[in-house]
């Protein structure tokens, strides 16, 4: 399981150094938790969700990428975070502030400020065109992130690698997406030794295709890791007819738990009056609904195993009945 992170010091404030926060005792592997940012280097600001900045960050390091190409070698390609960002992968906000840009044996790196440079041995890495950038190809970038991210962020960005979007229910509009590439490919990128090869053959049997979000696979591992079996994502709940009720993010069909992962985003008041809807029906249907935030899955990461185990006991103590509809006055 991912170690806790513990609370910081209420002294620190909401802005603070490196320096004040070693000075009061937090220990250096706590100041790279995803509760804190980093805007400048040596400093770190407190955040109350990764999610609401993780789109603005990703556009913007894609603008960044295209300001800096027509002045790269030709022979020169971006990889690690600004690959990932190109092809939708989910990272931490960390990851969205420096650019990195590659180049292959024998050639010279690329010295300029912002940039990270990086050589890279030819057989490692494949390099496409994509969005008007030469770019390190999805299998590719996956096995570069080893050299960044932690497990857990590492089998998101697997997920979202090799995930097939489907219909989320009758009011999810979006188009069916094919995967950017298959668990074969990653496997094949893993076997050119890379140096990380340890981290990424721990990572891959991990990867599942039918995760949509960043919070899903790190909920999903610290249920995991916290002793409970693998809950189903995105699952599909029918009334006692067969009609739709909601496509809930985890789930745990046999013992009628629903995990529900409640972002920072605003909903529309549709969207908002549909969901509302979805759990009082859930509820008449027997199914007892989690509701976790970014507190659980990436603050306090502990909560969210516990939180989900008391419901499971307690959904095993209640007896299950066949829902009923109330009756409506003659």
């Known amino acids: 399981m991912g170690r806790p992170i ?5 002294s620190l404030g909401e802005v603070f150094t490196v320096a004040e926060a070693l000075e009061a005792g937090v220990p250096r592997w706590r100041l790279d938790a995803d509760d804190l940012e980093a805007p400048f280097w040596g400093v770190r600001r407190r955040t109350a969700s990764t999610e609401p900045l993780e789109g603005t960050r990703s556009q913007a390091l894609i603008a960044r990428m295209h300001d800096l190409a027509p002045a790269l070698p030709s022979y020169a390609f971006f990889s690690h975070a600004p ?13 969205y502030d420096v650019l990195d840009v590659s180049v292959a044996d ?23 065109e994509h969005r008007g950038l030469r770019i390190t190809d999805p299998a590719s970038t996956w096995v570069q992130l ?6 857990y962020d590492l089998v998101a960005a697997g997920d979202a690698v090799v995930r097939v979007k489907e219909s989320a229910g009758p009011y999810d509009h979006s188009t069916p997406t094919p995967p950017l590439t298959t668990v074969d490919a990653l496997a094949d990128a893993i076997s050119r030794r890379h140096p990380r090869a340890a981290l990424l053959r721990q990572a891959l049997p991990l990867l599942r295709t039918n995760s949509w979000s960043r919070p899903e696979p790190h909920l999903r591992l610290l249920l995991v890791d916290g002793g409970l079996p693998e809950p189903v994502l995105n699952y599909n709940i029918v009334d006692e007819i067969g009609r739709w009720v909601k496509c809930v993010d985890l789930a745990y069909p046999q013992w009628r738990i629903a995990i529900e992962y409640q972002s920072a985003y605003h909903r529309e008041a549709a969207q908002y ?36 185990g008391e419901a499971i006991l307690a959904q095993q103590k209640r007896p299950l009945h066949a829902p009923t509809r109330p009756e409506l006055p003659a």
């Open 273 to 308: 009056s549909r969901d509302v809807s979805a759990l009082a029906e859930l509820a008449r249907l027997g199914w007892y609904t989690v509701q976790l935030t970014s507190t659980h899955v990436f603050a306090y990461p502990n909560l969210a195993a516990s939180t989900v």
């Open 6 to 10: 513990s609370p910081l010091p209420a």
């Open 146 to 151: 080893a050299t960044r991210l932690s497990l």
């Open 83 to 95: 690959a990932a960002a190109a092809w939708g992968l989910p990272l931490p906000l960390r990851e």
């Open 106 to 128: 024998p050639h010279r790196t690329v010295r300029r400020r912002g940039v990270r440079p990086h050589r890279v041995k030819p057989e490692l890495v494949q390099v496409v």
